[in-house]
């Protein structure tokens, strides 16, 4: 499978550097919105005077404990660059050549532990999984947060079958979604599918919605949210919108108004790219923070008046909808066996549905 433009992709600025000096220690804090993105998990370079030797064997020869099929698989997923070019197993290595290793997904020391977790299975075939995951739940274990994930739920689910590899610290994803935000997420349960779904994701073909419920009015029925995102100057904790085209990656969410409620409003999103907390930092940009969203000054009170009574209604709606109020709605893809297309669609999660209706039957007393 061919990887166009690849090599621009793993270039790395400075800024780049920065982001993943911290990424080991915090980026499981709270999970990013997607993967959708390759990661160079071994480079090497020829020397000049490197003799004409098939690349499977270059590589085995410089990889401890990983076989020559193991090479050659990965080599026909598409994974093994040359140049920053997908080459085949008896592609002749040449002197100077850059010979990269990538995977949908970073590289991790961590074993999987599996837990009986209960999932909310929307869809399974042979190549893969459709999960409903409910807020509150860590996608994959990391600092901090090794234990009640996703992954070591489907871990146990999983258990038994010929092809999942406790190893893998990531087995089968290809994007992700934060801790506290609700909804739908495809999990790969085959090389092939996990390199097929990955790169759906990065030419951004893959269709997904998101509802989410913001501070303020918006007027616009509809708009595009655009500006570079990357790790905070201030707070590496936190995400920013960057107006140095240096700085952060360039991030497009398209919205549309679904309803308004005067002080909030319900809106539907598009992702075009698929960059941390990307709806998040895009609405707190252009002054319309997440309902209850912590991290992002959405967990006061923005809009509104100063009775006593508006007060106690917001804080008790903070208490019906302890996190930010952002659910992955709908996803779509084609299928990476099949190429079908496949389209899924959930309802919100009750936590999310109570606090809008609260909000609803709050403005028609009004």
Known sequence: MKVPNLIRHLKMNLYKIQDDLFAKHDEFVDDSEDLGEMYEHF????????????VDK??????????????????????????????KSNYRVKPNDAISVVMPYPRREITIIPEEIPLDIVYEDDALVIVNKKAGMVVHPAHGNYTGTLVNALAWHFKGESWFNADDPRPGLVHRIDKDTSGLIVVAKTEEAKVNLAMQFFDKTTKRTYQALVWGNIEKDSGTITGNIGRSLQDRMMRAVFTDENLGKPAVTH???LERFGYVTLVECRLETGRTH???????????????????NGNIILKGTTFSKYKQFVENCFKMLPRQALHAKTLGFNHPTTGEL????????????????KWRRYVEKR
């Open 43 to 54: 480079r090497f370079t020829a020397d000049a005077g490197q003799n004409f030797l098939r």
């Open 255 to 257: 919205f549309k108004t």
């Open 342 to 357: 496949m389209e899924f669609d959930t309802c919100l999660p009750d936590d999310m549905a109570q606090v809008i209706d």
């Open 278 to 296: 990307q709806i998040r930092v895009h609405f707190k940009h252009i002054g319309h923070p997440l309902f209850n969203d912590e991290r992002y």
């Open 58 to 87: 270059f590589l085995t020869n410089r990889l401890e404990k990983i076989s020559r099929v193991k090479i050659q698989d990965a080599a026909e997923a598409g994974n093994i660059l040359v140049n920053g070019i997908p080459v």
